[in-house]
């Protein structure tokens, strides 16, 4: 069973903590969306991130100066966000970083897909930033199959926690004998389940957190989860959705 997850948008360099073991996959790639970023002005910045001033300045200074092969955070370390606070992988016990080193992917617009311990560098480019690249408009039609490729190469089974924005990057080419599973954490609100983001992060994170420390290797174990005051409601689920109601 392979996860997938969302990055954040924030991002920090930690070096101390644990060592960056592995080189991302798609680097050829990446640096391929940075020479396009460093034509860009403050200004195309600023309209591609839809980001304030402050924060279109970090990055330009970022992209200026970046090479993708001097990373060395480990990704999961990197990404600072309501998810990652409750994954708390600060605090991994050597089983929860196997766990997540064997079955984790985190989907990100700059890297492609990261494992844990690929060592990154803090980036922003959202998977639905319109960049277009040669003939592609965005950066969907960049990565096209190759992440899809990657994450089914040796198990035929995904669980999905990733945000619609990124899932979006793997479930056009799912194929018949893929097994795919989307997590939806949610309220009963006048009989139907209603998703509060801020939650559903904060969810998404504790299960990743839940599945390592239980070593979960099936999709249907998934469902003894009940983090956060969210159980799994049968009623509401099907084969390809598990529904966690609060």
Avoid at 5 to 19: F, G, H, L, V, Y
Wanted: aromatic share 12%; net charge negative.
């Amino acid at each position: 069973m392979q996860i997938i997850i969302s990055p954040a948008k924030q991002m920090r360099a930690d070096t101390d903590s644990i060592e960056a073991g592995r080189r991302p996959l798609f680097l050829e790639e990446t640096g391929k969306l940075l020479n396009r970023l460093k034509t860009f002005n403050r200004g195309e910045l600023r309209e591609l991130f839809r980001a304030n001033e402050k924060i279109t300045e970090e990055n330009f200074q970022r992209y200026s100066h970046m090479n993708p092969e001097n990373g060395r955070t480990p990704a999961i370390l990197s990404y600072v966000g309501l998810q990652y606070q409750y994954m708390a992988p600060q605090v991994f016990t050597g089983e929860q970083w196997e766990y997540v080193r064997r079955h984790l992917w985190i989907l990100s617009g700059f890297y492609g897909m990261l494992r844990p311990d690929h060592g990154v560098m803090p980036y922003r480019l959202e998977m639905q930033a319109q960049l277009s690249m040669g003939e592609t408009k965005d950066l969907y039609g960049f990565w096209g199959d190759r992440l899809y490729q990657e994450l089914v190469r040796e198990d035929k089974v995904i669980l999905n926690l990733a945000s619609k924005e990124y899932s979006r990057v793997i479930e056009p080419y799912l194929e018949p004998e893929v097994r795919y599973v989307t997590c939806v954490f949610g309220n009963l609100q006048d009989g139907k389940v209603k998703v509060k983001g801020t939650e559903a992060k904060m969810a998404r994170g504790e299960m990743v957190r839940w599945l390592s420390k239980e070593q979960i290797e099936e999709p249907e174990d998934v469902r003894g989860f009940e983090g956060l005051g969210f159980s799994y409601c049968a009623d509401r689920s099907a084969e390809g959705e598990y529904v966690f109601l609060k």
